[in-house]
């Protein structure tokens, strides 16, 4: 009864008698969204690339021996008992390995997994690199390149050198830009390096790598898992680390827990290892929540004044409506129907203008500096947006309609005619 | 021979609160009979278009009952109100209030498809004879906008005729029409009641207008002082 054919030819009749208003009050509703579709694309791609950034270069699970667990000391194991005081100062590990006993295999079988996207094993040391009387401390991180590639794709950080030349070389290593600048050595240099055992050797710089994370390109040194069991004088067996990247981030933490219980080592998920980076997404997606919502909310009611002027304009024509036997419904029904139309015009061209400013925006060039591998501002064109901000500006209109014309629906009719 | 009353007011009293309260009507109460043309007459401020704007059921805060038909109108809601209106009263209004953005003939075919008992094919063509009637059937596809003071009158006449009300109500019907206008204004009306049976109310200024109604109510301080 609300859109019977009467009420919608009025409602034409108003919308496209004073085009010029109909216009402004659809421009009105056009600009919020549009605001709302860039903003919202222009923040949340930034902040998906940082944390692309920080997670990329992060293994969703990592398997390692966890040194300094706790166990209780033999005498509480040979003497128990309430009544017995066991007194053990300071108790150490005593010759224990580092490494995974049967890290290969444990690699192996995590790779038959269905929700294990790659697996890399590594034997990772603390070692320092020798820099005139400095010692500059890093990681020798061996790998078995093909695979740590699938993982971290590590071919395209590759700021100098090859993977290739890396793989055929039996002392190269590739080196953190970070650590390779601090030393002001390029590739085809040789470093002097020291390992925990006391060893010296001498690696040979193939190349250099940066994956735009500090932390990582001023320690780390990738080389091959032949080299670094070499150094540290251990067998072809010998297993520090297991790298795991999943399909899906959100199966890390039980699978973890999982692994820990059926390997018996330390299975660490990257929420638990990455804790500080996560409350820092926290904060900057409330950041981009808050903003959004201000946004929003200014838009609203830049739309609802809007409709409201467009209602209050047409008070007489209402008293008249009235007065020849229209009801409030079909005041109401009237109103709604220009609401619909300016909103649903007005939305849909904030969101083609939305998506062109987006678009202009992700063309723009943008040196992402020495950090990140980005030659145009990151957008992310999420098609999630487009539905809400056609949903909001539909609905905000119809409400910015449906409340003046509601009250105006109310009203003696006299009350307008008189003045 | 008992006339069938088509309106009765008792006891009506009203007051304006702004900018102090004033009572505009003091316990008024008259009858219409079917057929009547009937002329509300009084100095400016004696409270005549008050009245009228009650009995029209426009305007529904007074004290008092009002009587249209048989039905009690008073603490009925706005939509019952409405669905009344369109069907059993007509209106004409002082300073005529038609829809600017709609044509002469889309005014008065409006509250016609609001009521729907007719197709909007028959609407259109009894519209266009209301317009006729008032000699305005050339300007029926005219912008109400763009007509003058006095097209734009006769206008809503047609409009107020077009569902056959019971009741025709006038605030000045013939304010903004010359003689000859009024003239035919005023038989339309008379024609209207003698042969239609319809009922006239009229607010006028206009001294002959009155005169030659077949009776009038004279006001004065919100009082009926004749004619009741």
């Given at each position: 009864?609300?859109?019977n054919?009467?009420?919608?030819?009025i409602?034409?009749?108003?919308?496209?008698?004073?085009?010029?208003?109909?216009?402004i009050?659809?421009l009105?509703?056009?600009?919020?969204?549009?605001m709302?579709v860039?903003m919202?694309s222009?923040?949340?791609?930034v902040?998906?690339?940082l944390?692309?950034t920080q997670?990329t270069?992060?293994p969703?699970?990592?398997?390692?021996r966890?040194i300094?667990h706790?166990?209780?000391?033999?005498?509480?194991?040979f003497?128990?008992?309430?009544?017995?005081w066991?007194?053990?100062?300071h108790?150490?590990?005593?010759?224990?390995?580092?490494?995974?006993?049967?890290?290969?295999l444990?690699a192996r079988?995590l790779e038959?997994?269905?929700n294990?996207?790659g697996v890399s094993p590594?034997?990772?040391?603390?070692?320092f690199?020798n820099?005139?009387p400095a010692?500059?401390s890093g990681m020798?991180?061996?790998?078995?390149m093909?695979?740590e590639?699938?993982l971290?794709s590590?071919r395209s950080?590759v700021?100098?050198?090859?993977?290739e030349?890396l793989?055929?070389?039996?002392?190269g290593?590739?080196?953190?830009k970070g650590?390779?600048?601090k030393m002001?050595v390029k590739?085809?240099?040789?470093v002097?390096?020291?390992?925990?055992k006391g060893?010296?050797?001498?690696l040979?710089?193939i190349g250099?790598?940066?994956?735009?994370?500090?932390?990582?390109?001023?320690?780390r040194?990738?080389?091959s898992?032949q080299?670094?069991?070499?150094?540290?004088?251990?067998?072809?067996?010998?297993i520090?680390?297991?790298?795991?990247k999943?399909n899906?981030?959100?199966?890390?933490?039980?699978?973890?827990?999982?692994?820990?219980d059926?390997?018996a080592?330390?299975a660490e998920d990257?929420?638990?290892?990455?804790?500080t980076?996560?409350?820092?997404?926290?904060?900057?997606?409330?950041?981009?929540?808050?903003?959004v919502?201000t946004?929003l909310?200014?838009?609203g009611?830049?739309i609802?004044?809007i409709?409201?002027?467009?209602v209050?304009?047409k008070m007489?024509?209402?008293?008249?409506?009235k007065a020849t036997?229209f009801?409030?419904k079909?005041?109401?029904?009237i109103?709604i129907?220009q609401?619909?139309?300016?909103?649903?015009?007005g939305a849909?061209?904030?969101?083609?203008?939305?998506?062109?400013?987006?678009?202009?925006?992700?063309?723009?060039?943008f040196d992402?500096?020495?950090f990140?591998?980005?030659?145009k501002?990151?957008?992310?064109?999420d098609?999630?947006?487009?539905?809400f901000?056609?949903v909001?500006?539909i609905?905000t209109?119809l409400?910015?309609?449906?409340f003046p014309?509601?009250?105006a629906?109310k009203i003696d009719p006299?009350a307008?005619l008189?003045g | 021979?008992?006339?069938?009353k088509?309106?009765v007011?008792?006891?009506i009293n009203?007051y304006?609160?702004?900018?102090?309260?004033?009572?505009?009507l003091?316990?008024i109460?008259?009858d219409v009979?079917k057929?009547?043309f009937?002329?509300?007459?009084?100095?400016s401020g004696?409270?005549?278009?008050?009245?009228?704007y009650?009995l029209s059921?426009?305007?529904?805060?007074?004290?008092?009952?009002i009587?249209?038909k048989?039905?009690?109108?008073?603490?009925?809601t706005?939509?019952?109100?409405?669905a009344f209106r369109n069907?059993?009263?007509g209106?004409?209004?002082q300073?005529?209030?038609?829809?600017?953005?709609?044509?002469?003939l889309?005014n008065?075919m409006?509250p016609?498809?609001r009521l729907?008992?007719y197709s909007?094919?028959?609407?259109?063509?009894?519209?266009?004879?209301?317009?006729s009637?008032l000699?305005?059937q050339?300007?029926?596809?005219?912008?109400?906008s763009?007509?003058?003071?006095?097209?734009q009158q006769?206008?809503a006449?047609a409009?107020a005729?077009?569902?056959d009300p019971?009741?025709?109500m006038?605030?000045?019907?013939?304010?903004n029409?010359d003689n000859t206008?009024?003239?035919?204004?005023?038989?339309?009306?008379?024609d209207?009641?003698a042969?239609?049976?319809?009922?006239?109310?009229a607010?006028t200024?206009?001294?002959d207008?009155?005169?030659?109604?077949?009776?009038?109510?004279?006001?004065?301080?919100?009082k009926i002082?004749?004619?009741?």
């Open positions: 009864m609300w859109f054919r009467i009420n919608l030819q409602a034409r009749t108003h919308l496209f008698a004073k085009k010029k208003q109909t216009a009050a659809s009105g509703v056009t600009f919020g969204i549009a709302f860039l919202i222009v923040m949340t791609g902040n998906k690339l944390e692309e997670l270069s992060t969703h699970v990592r398997i390692y966890d300094g706790e166990r209780p000391s033999l005498l509480s194991a003497n128990p008992g309430e009544r017995n066991n007194l053990v100062h108790q150490k590990p005593k010759d224990e390995p580092l490494n995974l006993r049967n890290g290969l444990i079988s038959a997994n269905p294990v996207l590594q034997v990772s040391s603390q070692v690199f820099y005139g010692q500059l020798l991180v061996g790998v078995d093909e695979k590639d699938r971290y590590v950080k700021k100098s050198g090859s993977l030349a793989m055929a070389s039996n002392d290593i590739l080196m953190g650590l390779a600048d002001q590739a085809g240099d040789k002097t390096v020291t390992t925990p060893e010296v050797v001498l040979r710089v250099t790598f940066q994956m735009g994370i500090g932390a990582i390109d001023n320690l040194c990738y080389t898992l080299t670094v069991q070499k150094i540290l004088q251990e067998n072809t067996r010998y520090t680390d297991i790298h795991v999943l899906d981030l959100s199966l890390a933490t039980p699978l973890a827990k999982e692994w820990q059926r390997f080592y330390r990257w929420e638990t290892a990455n804790a980076i996560l409350v820092s997404f926290t904060i900057r997606n409330i950041m981009t929540g808050v903003v919502m946004l909310v200014v838009a009611f830049g609802y004044n409709m409201n002027m467009t209050y304009d007489k024509d209402i008293a008249i409506l036997g009801q409030g079909d005041i109401v029904g109103f129907s609401s619909a139309f300016i909103g649903l015009i849909l061209l904030g969101l083609i203008i939305g998506y062109v400013l987006s678009w202009l925006v992700s063309q723009a060039p992402g500096g020495e990140l591998s980005i030659d501002f990151p957008v992310n064109m098609p999630k947006f487009y539905v901000g056609l909001f500006g609905l209109t409400l910015a309609g449906y014309s509601r009250k629906s006299v307008i008189r | 021979m008992m006339m069938e088509v309106l007011a008792k006891n009203k304006f609160m702004e900018p102090a309260r004033f009572q505009v003091k316990d109460s008259f009979n057929g009547e009937l002329s509300i007459v009084g100095k004696c409270g005549k278009s008050t009245l009228l009650l059921t426009m305007d529904t805060d007074y004290e008092g009952k009587e249209m048989g039905t009690l109108l008073t603490g009925k706005q939509n019952e109100l409405a069907k059993n009263l209106f004409v209004f300073f005529h209030y038609l829809l600017p953005e709609f044509t002469a889309q008065v409006l016609g498809l729907g008992e909007a094919k028959e609407v259109e063509e009894r519209a266009y004879e209301k317009l009637l000699d305005m050339d300007f029926a596809l005219k912008k109400s763009k007509l003058s003071g006095g097209q006769r206008v006449i409009r005729l077009i569902n019971a009741i025709i006038g605030d000045e019907p013939t304010g029409l206008n009024s003239g035919i204004v005023f038989d339309i009306f008379k209207l009641a042969s239609m049976g319809q009922t006239i109310i607010v200024h206009d001294a207008f009155a005169k030659r109604s077949d009776r009038i109510i004279e006001m004065s301080d919100g002082v004749s004619g009741v």
